[in-house]
Structure formats: C-alpha cells, structure tokens
C-alpha cells in the first residue's frame, strides 16, 4: 500500500468515527449562522434591518431559505451533460466538507481517559491537504459550469478556472513563509508554535494579505466573484442550477468561507490560543476557535458590503503582477532571515 | 499632414500613472479607508421603518383621505350641498345630491344638505381641489393613507363613512421633524 501521507497522531476507529461526525455536526451548523449573518449585516451595512421576519429576529430564515430550495423541482438544460451537470455539486460540497476536517480546534487533549486529538486528522502534509482539496474544488464549478451547456455557464466557468488557479498559486506561495518559520506543515504544530512565538500574522503580515486576498478568490466571494457575477453572467456557473443542485452550490460556499476562516486562524492568528493567557482551559479552545472563525467570517462579509467586483483582467492582473511577486519576495525574504538567526 | 486626420480630438486628461508597487499600495489605503465608511455605514444603525408595525408621519399639508366636517357646537353637518367640489373635481369622482333642509329633519346649517355625497376613491388622484373649492371648509384632506381593498365598490366612500373619524389614525409630523 502506497503512504499517501503520515498522519502525527491515532486514536483508535470508534473515537476517529466519533470525532469527524462530532467535527462535521458542530461546523455544518456554521453555515446557516454565516448564512443568516451574511444577510443581516450586509442589510446592516446597507442601513437596513435584512431577514427578521421569519422566526425571532429572523433566525429560522436559513431553514426557509433551504427548504424553498429543496423544494423546487430538479430542472435541467437539454443542452447539459447528466452526469457531469449532477456530479458537480456533488464535488462542489465533498471538497468543502473534506477541507474542515484539518482545521485543528486544540492539541491532543485527554477526554475521560481517551487520548483524543480535537481535529478531523492531522497529516503531515498539513496544510497542502487543504490545498489539495481547494484543486479539486475547481472541478465542481468547472464542470458544474461546463456541462450546463449554456454560454453564461460556460463563461463562469471558465473564469472560475482562470481566476481559482491562479490566485492558488499566490496563496500557496504565501503560506510558504509561515511553513518555514515554523518548520513544519501540519496544522496543529503551526497553532502550537504560535502559543509560543508572536501569532504569525504579525511576522509574515505580507503573507497573511495575501492569504486572505486569494482566500476570498478562492471562495469565489466579493469582490471576486467572477465566476458568479450576478450582474453580467446572471449567475456564472450555476446559471442553470436550480433547486437542491443550486442548495449544494450554495451552501459548498458558504462551508468554504467557514474553512478558509478556519486555516486562517489556524495559520496567522493563533489557532487556539488567546494572547496573554497562556494557562487558558483546554475546554475553551474550540470555543476560542469557533469565536476566531466567526470573527473572520465576519471581515469576509464587511469586505463584501465595501467592495465592489473586480473586472476580469484586473483580477488576473492582480493575481500574477502583484500577489505573486509579491508572495515569492516574501518567501525569500523569510528564507534569509530564517537562515539568518 | 497625415492621411488620417483625426480632427479635432480633444486630450483626454488621466492621472499620474502608477506602477505595479504602488497601485497595491494605493489599493491597499483605498480598501481600508472603504472598509472604514461601510463600519461607520453599521454603527449608525438602520433606518428602516418597519412599515405594518411602525409608520411614517406625515406632514400637517399631507393630503390623504378626505372627511367631512360637522360644527363642533351644534353638531350640524358644514356641508351645504353646493355641488362646488364634485364641479372642481379634475377626475370627476365627487357625487353630491342635494336636499332641502326642514325644521323637522335639520342636517346642515344652510339651507340645503348633501343627502347623498360620495367620493370615488379608486378614481381620486388626491389633488385637494375639492378642500380649495368648498366655501364652508367642509371637505378637507385628511391624513389617512392606508385605503387599500379588495373591491372596487368598497372605495366609494360614503357621507357616513367621510364623517366619521379614520379607524387608524396616522402619526403626524411635528414642526421640524
């Protein structure tokens, strides 16, 4: 059998089987809150109240929101490829899902007895798994665009390609600082070194921009949601989707942001750990965690309310002419002073 | 000169151009000082009015649904019967019949009452001539806004109906507001 990638610590399968359900339970509820969230700041950025109808104070507005959703009838295009135009959200959704499971929400912590490592899994390629997961997430859009067989979808999806590929580029590159300083990909030694050192957005803070410049081009979010752009391509590559197909899209993006907040506090701001606190109960990590999470989430949608959508080349252009030389100065940068001291 | 004259082409006037450095520098000032204004945009807090619940005041001048007056002291209708509004009327929506005042059967304080006075108000446009027109001051415009129904028959207001006073009153607008 080939070893894909060592994982750091076991537990035995019942406690692996109880912790990813656990894990998959406790973020998959984030998504209707950043899905409510979304609507009610946006609305407050905007001067006005947003969803507070349905329910208290509109909470149950996911729920109707979903449910209109899933209700409505699976339609598809003639011109579409059946299984492909199926499979696409399908992909869309397990890539999102299989992502979460590395965000670390504490060390290796003793739970009645049980060694148990409060994470999905800890690989040792770390952080290359989340970027091997956002690669084949393009391939929900791509050919969830692709095989719609209309020109909106077609033109979403081809931008969906571009615009993902090359801002991964930038991205990885700009965690390769992080990586070094630290000396090792997995996730939780990253948030471990931090409890230790200064949390490393401030050192690689050029790397963390660009982290979160491409996170949000990587989530397909505003301002640079080309592939959906509501205003010139009706809806980019889910056009054609309508009813759960359009519900899997929808909600693969929003998880998305939940992941990407979530290795982003992971990466840059300190994972678990709160500053000047250094005996903090284990038991508030996750919390401490989550509390991060929605606290990113919540910058994701302040920048959505401010920003407006990006044209095509200037995207492009900002990818490879600003962020990519930037991200390789900054790596070599941090290369030299690491070898340095 | 050339064998293509552009004629009189007119210099269009750019900025400096930026390089790449500074463009994300200038970017990067411009999207904080954006994110700044949307922040101030969430503290000053909505300003929705929730409409069914909350309304919005109107001003004194404000015209709305019409009413008829009655004296205060004697209890007697303003309304003459004069037919006067239903002739001002640009959409020809009023419709007064007259009737001869008794000593038995008092309405009004003139001579004749409107025995029947009905206003259209699908056919309204709410200019307020008919409250110009009246010598007795005995239509005015009121504040009433909400006039919304299910039938077109519904929205010819009766005299008994433009007496009385509207069910749900209508915030009104203080001076300065």
Not at chain 1, 6 to 23: D, N, P, R
Not at chain 1, 261 to 279: D, E, K, M, R, Y
Not at chain 2, 126 to 138: H, R, T
Request: hydrophobic letters at 50%.
């Amino acid at each position: 059998m080939i070893t894909v990638a060592e994982v750091g610590f076991y537990e035995s399968w019942w406690v692996q089987l109880l912790k990813a359900l656990v894990i998959f339970a406790v973020v998959f509820q984030l998504v209707p809150i950043v899905l409510l969230a979304e609507r009610k700041l946006l609305g407050r950025f905007q001067h006005r109240y947003g969803p507070n109808r349905v329910g208290l104070f509109g909470i149950m507005q996911p729920i109707a929101d979903i449910g209109k959703l899933v209700f409505k009838q699976q339609f598809r295009p003639r011109t579409s490829t059946g299984w492909l135009f199926t499979l696409a959200p399908a992909i869309s959704m397990m890539t999102a899902v299989a992502t979460m499971a590395i965000i670390p929400f504490s060390n290796v912590v003793d739970i009645f007895g049980t060694q148990v490592g409060l994470y999905g899994i800890d690989p040792s390629i770390g952080i290359l798994y989340a970027f091997a997961f956002g690669g084949i997430a393009f391939y929900g859009l791509m050919l969830g665009g692709w095989a719609s067989g209309s020109k909106y979808s077609f033109l979403g999806a081809m931008r969906a390609a571009a615009q993902l590929i090359s801002y991964e580029v930038a991205q990885g590159l700009a965690i390769v600082g992080v990586v070094m300083m630290v000396g090792s990909l997995s996730l939780t030694e990253i948030a471990a070194y931090q409890a230790e050192h200064l949390w490393l957005f401030i050192p690689q803070f050029v790397g963390f921009v660009i982290f979160t410049v491409a996170g949000f081009a990587e989530t397909n979010r505003p301002p640079f949601d080309l592939a959906e752009a509501d205003a010139e391509l009706v809806g980019g590559y889910n056009t054609e989707y309508g009813g759960g197909r359009f519900a899997a899209f929808f909600a693969a993006e929003y998880v998305n942001v939940v992941v990407v907040s979530g290795i982003a506090v992971t990466l840059f701001l300190g994972g678990w750990n709160i500053p000047f606190w250094a005996s903090a109960p284990t038991w508030l990590d996750p919390i401490v965690v989550i509390v991060k999470m929605l606290a990113f989430v919540f910058f994701f949608i302040w920048v959505r309310a401010t920003l407006p959508r990006l044209r095509y080349d200037q995207l492009m252009g900002l990818g490879w002419k600003v962020f990519l030389p930037l991200a390789t100065l900054n790596a070599l940068v941090t290369a030299i002073l690491v070898v340095a001291t | 000169m050339s064998p293509y004259d552009p004629g009189d082409v007119v210099e269009v006037v750019r900025g400096p151009r930026t390089g790449a450095a500074a463009g994300a520098y200038r970017a990067f000032a411009a999207t904080l000082k954006g994110l700044k204004m949307t922040m101030s945009r969430y503290v000053e807090g909505p300003l929705t009015i929730q409409y069914p619940e909350e309304k919005t005041p109107v001003y004194p001048r404000f015209r709305g649904r019409h009413k008829l007056h009655r004296f205060e002291d004697t209890g007697l209708e303003k309304c003459v019967g004069c037919s006067l509004c239903a002739a001002a009327c640009p959409a020809d929506c009023i419709r007064v019949v007259a009737a001869e005042n008794t000593p038995e059967n008092r309405v009004s304080a003139g001579e004749r009452y409107a025995a029947v006075y009905e206003i259209n108000l699908s056919r309204c446009i709410f200019c307020g001539y008919c409250e110009i027109a009246c010598p007795f001051d005995a239509i005015t415009m009121g504040h009433d806004y909400e006039m919304a129904d299910y039938n077109r028959s519904d929205l010819i207001f009766t005299k008994e109906m433009l007496l009385a006073e509207p069910l749900a009153r209508t915030p009104l607008r203080t001076e300065g507001e």
